[in-house]
């Protein structure tokens, strides 16, 4: 079973959304493209990074999954699906500053199950 964890790596700046016009289509990693996932474009972090996205206005974050390339504007550092953008608050204001912390996969001790107790089919009643 696996967690994911904080690292010490984070993106501050500006943070876009994109949606309709790009639902449907195939993102950078081969994906349809869905609105409606917890999903993000970044020019350069590798495909499949998860990421803690803060807006900074609010405090409001949710983990989103790097699946896209882009944005393509110099002032932007991220675009979240719609979705994503709904959840922290700035899909109406349409670019706000954020913070993104790197997140990573860590193994989670799975604990042993006891052993199932059979319980003796009595016969005779």
């Known amino acids: 079973m696996y967690q994911l964890a904080k690292t010490d790596s984070s993106i501050d700046g500006m943070a876009s959304w994109y949606g309709p016009y790009f639902h449907g289509r195939q993102t950078a990693n081969g994906e349809v493209f869905d609105q409606n996932e917890l999903t993000a474009a970044h020019p350069t972090l590798p495909l499949g990074t ?12 949710i983990v989103v999954r790097v699946n896209d390339r882009g944005p393509y504007f110099d002032n932007r550092v991220l ?9 922290i608050n700035s899909e109406e204001r349409g670019v706000v500053p954020i913070e993104a912390i790197v997140m990573q996969s860590v193994v989670i001790a799975q604990a042993k199950k006891p052993p199932q107790q059979v319980a003796r089919l009595v016969t005779g009643y």
């Open 50 to 61: 998860f990421l803690q996205v803060t807006n900074r206005l609010n405090g409001k974050s």
């Open 79 to 87: 675009d979240l699906s719609k979705r994503a953008a709904s959840i």
